[in-house]
């Protein structure tokens, strides 16, 4: 069964959050949330989420996928974590996929991950860091083969399916997206 990784930093976009972690788990994935420390994460909206575990201890587990959700300061506070850089270079070394929405983008291209790729992210965020090998694209979800990155609170449910197709498969994508009820 596919796995991923979603670490909650204080501040994240919770809107992002619950969309992945939902979207997922219809999808049968496992999904783990982790706090970057103890105890309840509070949103950049005020929503309080409760992670499964902390990120230390997810660290000793393996994943397919990291998915980091944006919003700011959530996003500054992934960036600030050398645990966050350290697994995201991890799992680029072992060919796992890449994934981030919104402000989160900031932190694959501080890691070094967006270095001669495609990516997009929330208006100006990545055109601000001046990153002359990175090819920014304004669609609501870009591939560039295993970084997936998304624009922000409103693609967050296109985001997810596309993560669910590269995990699970296309059929399994259309039947979580046929439930969902969209037009």
Known sequence: MASVLIPLAQGCEELEAVTIIDLLR???????????????????????????????????????????PGGQPGANNLNADARIHTLLKTMATQGKYITAICAAPLVLANAGMLHGKQATSFPGVL?????????????????????????????????????????????????????LVRT
Do not use: C, W, Y
């Open 26 to 68: 219809r999808a049968g994935i496992t999904v783990v949330t982790a706090g970057l420390d103890n105890g309840a994460v509070r949103g950049s909206r005020g929503t309080v989420l409760i992670p499964d575990t902390t990120l230390d201890q997810a660290l000793h587990q393996a994943f397919d996928m990291v998915a980091l």
């Open 127 to 179: 055109e601000q860091m001046n990153l002359p090998e990175v090819k920014l694209k304004t669609a609501a979800v870009v591939q560039d083969g295993k970084i997936i990155t998304s624009r922000g609170p409103g693609t967050a449910m296109d985001f997810a399916l596309v993560l669910i197709e590269v995990l699970v498969g296309k059929i399994k994508r259309d039947e979580v997206e046929a439930a």
